[in-house]
């Protein structure tokens, strides 16, 4: 695991760039002292469970330290996002049930949930440019609200392993689009 991959990771959890530049200081210097008594695939292994580790630790220690205030601009964040991918989503939705029959549309369902998973990317990316105090946060809180709503609003025109496909992948999907923000926030743009 390079230390890229962690610079983009605290990057978007907001970590200050001091605090960055120390955390992966001391976990690569580990790592290399691990890779060369025990390997290179321990040592990824090792670093790659330290940087899941300490994601929630350094979430709650932003939502700590912003309080309140942090934590509504997280969910003030994904709402926003969630209601304009919402926007765009019916719309595309409502256009193809339009035009294509439902036996078409369950024939296509791998295609329309390609599709919904692209508009969980968009959203999580939206999310995370909206939720500066923390991108990663916003965009895993645009994917946990979406996939509360999928529970509640899935179409009775999908096939039935649909719903449980979209609950399942919607979360990393936004998940993957803030990362593309956490990329940016990292390169400094």
């Known amino acids: 695991m390079s230390a890229r991959i962690l610079e983009v990771a605290l990057a978007g959890l907001n970590v200050d760039r001091e605090l960055r530049e120390a955390i992966i ?3 690569v210097e580990e790592r290399a002292q691990l890779a060369a008594t025990r ?3 321990v040592a990824d292994r090792w670093m790659f469970g330290q940087v899941l580790r300490s994601m929630p630790t350094l979430a709650h220690a932003a939502l700590r330290a912003g309080g309140v205030r942090v934590a509504v ?3 003030g964040a994904a709402v926003a996002a969630l209601l304009a991918i919402l926007a765009v989503a019916t719309a595309s939705a409502a256009l193809a049930f339009d035009t294509l029959s439902p036996g078409t549309m369950a024939r296509f369902a791998v295609a329309v949930l390609a599709v919904d998973l ?5 959203g999580g990316y939206l999310a995370a440019r909206l939720g500066r105090v923390a991108p990663l946060a916003s965009a895993v809180a645009v994917g946990v ?6 529970m509640v609003a899935t179409a009775g025109a999908t096939p039935g392993w649909y719903p449980l496909a979209l609950q399942l992948l919607l979360v990393p999907a ?5 990362w593309m923000r956490a990329r940016q926030l ?3 743009r």
């Open 39 to 41: 390997g290179e695939r």
């Open 174 to 178: 936004t998940s993957v689009g803030g």
């Open 118 to 122: 692209a508009y969980g990317v968009a």
């Open 186 to 188: 990292a390169a400094g």
């Open 145 to 150: 609200l979406g996939v509360m709503l999928s």
């Open 73 to 75: 601009r997280i969910l």
């Open 25 to 27: 200081g001391d976990l």
